[in-house]
Each structure stands twice: as structure tokens, then as C-alpha cells.
């Protein structure tokens, strides 16, 4: 399977990130509204953001079942969605982030329910699964919208600035779709 395919939804295209796009993610990414529900911090520098990116492109053609998308509204990237596969457990972690202005449109969830095919249909997966801060149910709802179901709760799963976040956890197997 080629890394990172292109897909496509409705109203969204997701394909692979390139450095055209720094600028307008480190657009996005410098809000604070959008890096709350996140483990990365706010207003980096012009920098750090080209870094990001940087690194995300290298390893599309290196790395070995590498999955990280920009979503694409009329070409312009508004969004990230990233999926780690675990090949031993035939399981994937995903994980995304949306422009503020996109926000409550249906697009992450329009999103997230194509890369929930994508990993069981097309790479084979059993199991995909996500979680999220307590304070940010925004995306527990997306989750629960794309079929995944509510697992439970890691308590103080995530460190940010020193801040304990417990986690609430997602998923949803293969068998679950029949
Ligand atoms: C969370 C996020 C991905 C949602 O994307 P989106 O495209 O706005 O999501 P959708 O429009 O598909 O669905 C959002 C749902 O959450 C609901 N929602 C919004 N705010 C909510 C809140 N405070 N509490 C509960 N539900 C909420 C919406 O009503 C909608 O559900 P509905 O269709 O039943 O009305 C987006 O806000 C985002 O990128 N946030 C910043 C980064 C982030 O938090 N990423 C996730 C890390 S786990």
C-alpha cells in the first residue's frame, strides 16, 4: 500500500502534505482555540511550523505505513489527520485538527469516516482507535459520529505544560461494521 493515498470525500480532499502548505497550516495552528483540544502549543515560530512539515514530507517516501493527510477544502488545506498503524495488532491510532473557521460544518467527521474505510478495507485493519482531553467533547462526538464507540476514560493519560488531562477513549473494530 503507497503511503499516504489520496481520498477523497464529498466535499474534502485528503492527500499528502507539501511545503506549499506551511503557511497556511501555521495559519490555523497559531490558535489558541484549535491547540487547546491538542498536545502542541500555539504561536511557534515561522520556523518550527516549516519544520513540522518538513518532517512529515520526508518520510512519505522513507517510512513504512505512514499516514498523514492534509484535508483539502477547494485545494486549500484546512485540516490534519494523521494515522499511526500497528501491523502486530493489525490496529490503527488516529488523530486530527481542524482550521477554527471550519469548525461545525461536519468536516472532520466527513473526514474521519473515509480514513475509517480507508484503514479497514484497504490496509486490513481490525481495530482503529482515537481519544481526546476530557474538556474537548467537540471531538468525542466526532468519533462517535464515524461509528466508533466509547471505551472509557485514562486518567491523567496526557501532560501539557505540567497540567494532567485525562483522556476519554474511542474505537471501533472491523466486526462492529457488519
Ligand atoms: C474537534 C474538531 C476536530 C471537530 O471538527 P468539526 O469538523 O467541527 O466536527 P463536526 O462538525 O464533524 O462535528 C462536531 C460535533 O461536535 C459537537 N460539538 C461541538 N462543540 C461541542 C461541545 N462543546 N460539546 C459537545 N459537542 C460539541 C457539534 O455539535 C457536532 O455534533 P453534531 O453534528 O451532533 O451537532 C475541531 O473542532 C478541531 O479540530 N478542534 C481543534 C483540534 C482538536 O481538538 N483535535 C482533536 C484532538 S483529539
Not at 483540544?37 to 518550527?48: C, F, M
Not at 469548525?103 to 482515537?130: P, S
Not at 494532567?164 to 472491523?174: E, G, M, N, P, Q
Request: net charge neutral; hydrophobic share 40%.
Amino acid at each position: 500500500m503507497e503511503n499516504t493515498p489520496r481520498l477523497v470525500t464529498k466535499r474534502l480532499v485528503l492527500d499528502r502534505l507539501t511545503m506549499a502548505d506551511v503557511s497556511q497550516v501555521a495559519r490555523w495552528l497559531s490558535s489558541d482555540a484549535v491547540c487547546r483540544g491538542l498536545l502542541l502549543l500555539p504561536h511557534r515560530s515561522p520556523e518550527e511550523y516549516a519544520e513540522m512539515i518538513r518532517r512529515v514530507v520526508e518520510q512519505y517516501d522513507t517510512a513504512e505505513d505512514y499516514f498523514q493527510w492534509a484535508i483539502r477544502e477547494n485545494g486549500v488545506c484546512i485540516g490534519r489527520m494523521s494515522l499511526v498503524v500497528n501491523r502486530r495488532h493489525q490496529s490503527g491510532m488516529m488523530a486530527y485538527s481542524l482550521a477554527e473557521s471550519a469548525w461545525g460544518k461536519g468536516y472532520m467527521t466527513e473526514a474521519l469516516t473515509r480514513v475509517i474505510d480507508f484503514a479497514f478495507d484497504e490496509l486490513g485493519l481490525n481495530r482503529i482507535e482515537g481519544d481526546h482531553f476530557v474538556e474537548n467533547p467537540a471531538s468525542g462526538r466526532v468519533m462517535e459520529k464515524s461509528g466508533m464507540k466509547k471505551e472509557g476514560y485514562a486518567r491523567q493519560k496526557y501532560c501539557k505544560e505540567g497540567v494532567f488531562h485525562d483522556a476519554v477513549l474511542y474505537a471501533v473494530l472491523k466486526s462492529d461494521r457488519t
